[in-house]
């Protein structure tokens, strides 16, 4: 088990940029696989990025593929999402999760066993 604490939400233009924090605490932080997922109201939540453990390696969904960037920095315990171009179909709510001990980069939501309290994110045409 492991905290994780969110933060770097606000409003912003279509078109401009927002970086993420997650901050995690509890357990060591590279035993942990790293996802972000958003949800907006009435919507179902919705897979955004992912990092493996030592952060070789990414995913993204189609959707942000492009405009969005995920990074860890294990020496901090934090995980980035770096989002660019923001677009008003992006509002959401923004949650980091964490996956003890993953193998792979993992988009399904149930592979994750910690959740952050979620990051609001807010995009104006």
């Known amino acids: 088990q492991v905290q994780l604490v969110e933060s770097g939400g606000g409003l912003v233009q279509a078109g401009g940029s927002l970086r993420l924090s997650c901050a995690a605490s509890?357990?060591?932080?590279?035993?942990?696989?790293m996802g972000w997922f958003r949800q907006a109201p009435g919507k179902e939540r919705e897979f955004v990025s992912a990092?493996?453990?030592?952060?070789?390696?990414?995913s993204y969904s189609d959707s942000v593929k492009g405009r969005f960037t995920i990074s860890r920095d294990n020496a901090k315990n934090t995980v980035y999402l770096q989002m660019n171009s923001l677009k008003p179909e992006d509002t959401a709510a923004y949650f980091c999760?964490?996956?003890?001990?993953?193998?792979?980069?993992?988009?399904?939501?149930?592979?994750?066993?910690?959740w952050g309290q979620g990051t609001q994110v807010t995009v104006s045409s």
């Open positions: 990092i493996s453990r030592s952060g070789d390696r990414t």
């Open positions: 999760a964490a996956e003890y001990y993953a193998f792979r980069v993992n988009t399904k939501e149930g592979a994750y066993d910690s």
């Open positions: 509890g357990r060591t932080f590279s035993n942990y696989g």
